[in-house]
């Protein structure tokens, strides 16, 4: 019988670390509404300054065509009279210059040696560097009482000479700048003004889209709140949008994978309860029958009975507790620890030992020429390999021998531990169907409840081992006896075990 495992010998479960999370639930929406007005705010100031910029290099185009030709026309009444330029200009002319508003414009008139001539005496006189360039009209920013003006400026030849040297008089004219704010802000006002309009029905539009666009979420959600409790059907992919797919076939799987862990739990219960019938039904028996005895003799053996079944019971209970372990191990995350697999082995096949006397069974243990060391759980496979030596022992008659083995294959690239026996072996048919849960082998007249091999099967799943059955090769050749030999494969880890990292050790 299969010892039941002690509590303290399972490896502590440690729940793997959950990913730090800030413990609030985030929306969907509220996200891509986020990321999609974020940068429209962010850009809308940034359009607004734009503009403003724009908008004053626009307004600042026609005044300063006007300020230009207001110095050509002045340029052109400069003139020298009798060797000096004209003291005044004409009225004409100045009614040309102040049209719009006296305190808006100014001007000035300065002759070749810098005295003035006409106009406004306070204008400031153009830098050094811009002296004799005369023909073309400059602009330069300045100050005129304080207050910011735009001016235009010009050199004009007093004489017939066109040496650098020739004398040269300045006209200047100056505007202050509150026309060409007043025009900037009107274009401002008439491209933002619609934008205020526009950003609240361009935000509303967003909402109603992303609000539209989400719905089949939302329907999606409805169709499965719908569903009853035990519906596992999957969703129909072409029912949602070409986005959503991949969830819905993640979706699918998922519930497929659920469909089965739920039927094979079903199949599982109900294998059990029938398999508990049976040394349940006997208990019951035998104690009634003890019972209703009045011959001491009667009433020993009624009880011996009901000693053998409830110690079938237990057995069955216990190996019922540790498939549903193995079965469990792949969710429970329990990690996986670098140890000795030849001195697991001879622990275990130490814990075996009395049982095989009391069978007058040799039980031995071939241990590896070095050290095997490969990645596990030592709790599930010392399970493991219990139920292999149980069920070598079980089919293996009297006087026959069992021997455990470590050893590494031909390659050296994995570890082999095997098990063989010189009972009645397994034919070859049956081989792929002893791990199933409750088979047993018609015919068989040894004890068990045929879940030993299945949980054998589960955890050397789970450690990517390889489990195969042979014929004993080293059993005397006996046509009824040809013995087995069940070997267990597994991966070496991909690198040797550090200095400071010691196996387990197995009392």
Avoid: C
Wanted: aromatic share 6%; glycine share 6%; charged share 25%.
């Amino acid at each position: 019988m299969t010892p039941p495992i002690a509590p303290d010998t399972e490896a502590a479960y440690q729940p793997p670390a959950a990913e730090e999370d800030d413990g609030i639930q985030h929306s969907l929406f509220g996200e891509i509404l986020d990321w999609m007005l974020a940068p429209l705010l962010l850009l809308w100031p940034m359009s607004i300054a734009i503009t403003y910029l724009v908008a004053k290099s626009i307004a600042n185009q026609p005044f300063d065509h006007a300020l230009e030709d207001s110095v050509t026309v002045l340029a052109q009444q400069v003139r020298p009279a009798d060797g000096q330029l004209i003291k005044r200009l004409p009225g004409s002319a100045r009614d040309i210059l102040r049209a719009d508003d006296v305190d808006n414009v100014y001007f000035q008139i300065v002759d070749a040696h810098g005295d003035y001539v006409d106009g406004d005496r306070d204008l400031p006189a153009p830098p050094e560097e811009d002296r004799f360039r005369a023909g073309s009209v400059h602009f330069r920013s300045d100050n005129m009482h304080g207050t910011a003006v735009r001016v235009a400026y010009a050199y004009v030849k007093m004489a017939q000479d066109d040496s650098d040297d020739a004398p040269q008089a300045l006209v200047q004219v100056a505007e202050t700048l509150e026309k060409r704010a007043q025009l900037a802000n009107a274009i401002i006002k008439g491209v933002i003004l619609p934008q205020f309009i526009v950003l609240p029905v361009v935000l509303a539009l967003v909402w109603f889209a992303l609000a539209r666009g989400l719905s089949p979420l939302a329907q999606l959600q409805e169709r499965i709140r719908a569903r009853g409790s035990d519906d596992l059907s999957p969703i129909e992919p072409r029912q949602v949008p070409e986005e959503i797919s991949p969830l819905v076939t993640s979706l699918n799987e998922m519930l497929a994978r659920l469909s089965l862990s739920i039927d094979m739990q079903k199949r599982f219960i109900a294998d059990a309860a029938h398999q508990m019938k049976t040394p349940l039904a006997g208990m019951r028996t035998q104690s009634e029958l003890a019972l209703r005895q009045t011959d001491q003799g009667e009433i020993h053996r009624s009880l011996e009975q009901l000693a053998k079944s409830s110690e079938a019971a237990t057995r069955l209970v216990n190996q019922l507790l540790a498939l549903a372990r193995a079965e469990h191990q792949p969710q429970a995350g329990t990690a996986q620890l670098p140890l000795d697999l030849g001195e697991l082995a001879r622990s275990a096949v130490k814990d075996w030992v009395s049982a095989s006397f009391t069978q007058r069974i040799d039980l031995g243990y071939e241990a590896p020429a070095a050290q095997v060391d490969i990645a596990g759980n030592p709790t599930m496979l010392r399970e493991m390999l219990s139920n292999l030596i149980d069920n070598a022992l079980r089919y293996t008659p009297a006087g026959g021998s069992v021997t455990v083995r470590v050893r590494l294959d031909d390659s050296g690239e994995r570890a082999l531990l095997e098990v063989e026996d010189t009972g009645p072996g397994i034919a070859p048919a049956e081989r792929a169907r002893v791990f199933e849960r409750f088979y047993r082998i018609l015919g068989s007249s040894a004890d068990g409840s045929g879940l030993g091999l299945a949980i054998v099967r589960e955890i050397a799943q789970q450690h990517n081992a390889e489990v195969d059955i042979f014929n004993n090769p080293r059993a005397v050749q006996h046509a009824k006896l040809p013995g087995s030999l069940f070997r267990v494969s597994f991966p070496l880890p991909p690198r040797p075990l550090e200095a400071d990292e010691e196996p387990p050790h197995y009392g």
